[in-house]
């Protein structure tokens, strides 16, 4: 799982992120305006659960800033 300080280094710009676990592995590909917020709202707990199923394996984001989220 991803640490409040991985989430809070993260910029609040748009572009991809990939989300891989603890090997390496790609376990999701986002896009978004702000990098930061949309990588928070995966982790958001709702009723004890994650938004997101799979953040309990995301060891690692990988970003890359774009112009813009298109």
Known sequence: MITKEQRD???NEPGVYMMKNDQGQVLYIGKAIDIQK???SHCRRKDGAYA???VEWVHA???IITDSDV
């Open 9 to 11: 280094l993260m910029p």
């Open 38 to 40: 949309r990588v928070r």
């Open 52 to 54: 997101s199923p799979f």
């Open 61 to 63: 984001v990988e970003v």
